[in-house]
């Protein structure tokens, strides 16, 4: 199983920036691809961002142009750089990474992170 710790939430005025990181640690494992997702109070969690082992990337129409997804392969960690936020970005953010383990050729894999906060006020 691999194990994702995020960090880099807190509450921020409208108009401000935020990075979040999430560091992927476990054993005999490649990762496919990592995503950021984010649920709001009363709400589905949704996907943010996506960036694959190739480093293509995918956003949703609510952050495309002011958030920025990356990865650092060596470390295993990816970061999503937010841009002027908005209230209605204000979420606990996921983590999740899809993976392959060397014990299990083909099979794919998925772990989400424990989520963290990002409050955003007006």
């Known amino acids: 199983q691999v194990q994702l710790v995020e960090s880099g939430g807190g509450l921020v005025q409208a108009g401000g920036s935020l990075r979040l990181s999430c560091e992927a640690s476990g054993s005999a494992f490649s990762i496919a691809d990592m995503s950021w997702y984010r649920q709001a109070p009363g709400k589905k969690r949704e996907l943010v961002a996506v960036?694959?082992?190739?480093?293509?990337?995918n956003y949703a129409d609510s952050v495309k142009g002011r958030s920025t997804i990356s990865r650092d392969n060596a470390k295993n960690t990816v970061y999503l750089q937010m841009n002027s936020l908005k209230p209605e970005d204000t979420a606990i953010y996921y983590c999740?990474?899809?993976?392959?383990?060397?014990?299990?050729?083909?099979?794919?894999?998925?772990?989400w992170g424990q989520g963290t906060q990002v409050t955003v006020s007006s």
């Open positions: 960036i694959s082992s190739d480093s293509s990337t």
């Open positions: 999740n990474a899809r993976y392959y383990k060397r014990s299990y050729p083909g099979a794919l894999f998925a772990s």
